[in-house]
């Protein structure tokens, strides 16, 4: 509805210029002069309604803003060449070449917000592909603390503490997974999927004795696993200084 509206919006200016300059500017004085500077006003017109007006999340602020001034200086500049032949004797050849270069100019500036845009893209993409792997894993040691909570043995009371206690550790974790610490990401990950299984034994329920064994696996498993979360985050601290 808005694409449609802005549309109409712009069929009507163009129109709108188009027969202002036809009225205002004599038949016999519509010279090459005149053409070109008509070409470029619409084409001004249309540039600047081209704008990206929606709000879009996946474009970058930055490339927005830099659109937003380019296309309306663009526009200026422009309007500003249709005084000047309006109101002064330059001919058509120099009139011509400032329009194609100040043309020239939106296309390099355009150009180069457009590369600017892509890299920061880029860069964001690849922080947020960095940043996922270790978003999955803190959601799934979320669950297993859930599903721990849930164990009604007094025997898990302590298990319980330390898994909630290391729930929350995991919160403030730098999330982002560098080239250094992608081993220990990994280890992290085995060691997760072994507490899942152990939980699970808990689940099944046993002999007090069975209990007591599977409580001091996971309590075991735990000690390892601070171990290995305490270095990730210390690797991610040295190599961010």
């Not at 400032?98 to 390099?108: A, Q």
């Not at 009604?152 to 560098?178: G, H």
Request: with cysteine; proline share 3%; net charge neutral.
């Amino acid at each position: 509805m808005k694409l449609n509206l802005r549309n109409a919006v712009l069929a009507a200016t163009i129109i709108i210029t188009a027969a202002v300059a036809f009225l205002l500017v004599p038949s016999g004085a519509r010279q090459e002069k005149f053409y070109t500077t008509l070409i470029f006003l619409l084409f001004a017109e249309i540039t600047l309604a081209s704008y990206p007006f929606r709000n879009d999340r996946g474009a970058l602020p930055f490339l927005l803003a830099g659109l937003l001034v380019v296309s309306p200086l663009y526009f200026l500049g422009v309007v500003v060449l249709v005084l000047v032949a309006a109101f002064s004797t330059l001919v058509f050849a120099p009139l011509l070449a400032l329009h194609l270069i100040w043309l020239l100019g939106l296309i390099v500036f355009g150009a180069l917000i457009v590369a600017a845009g892509r890299h920061a893209a880029n860069v964001e993409d690849n922080f947020q592909q960095s940043r996922q792997p270790f978003v999955d894993f803190r959601n799934r040691f979320q669950q297993l603390n859930n599903r721990v909570a849930l164990l009604d043995n007094s025997r898990f009371a302590e298990v319980k503490a330390k898994v909630e206690k290391k729930n929350e550790e995991l919160r403030y974790c730098p999330t982002e997974t560098i080239d250094e610490t992608v081993p220990l990401t990994m280890e992290l990950s085995s060691l997760l999927e072994e507490l899942e299984q152990l939980v699970s034994s808990c689940e099944n329920g046993g002999t007090d004795e069975k209990v007591e064994m599977l409580a001091g696996d996971i309590d075991k498993l735990l000690k390892v696993f601070s171990q290995k979360l305490e270095r990730r985050s210390s690797m991610n601290l040295q190599v961010k200084k």
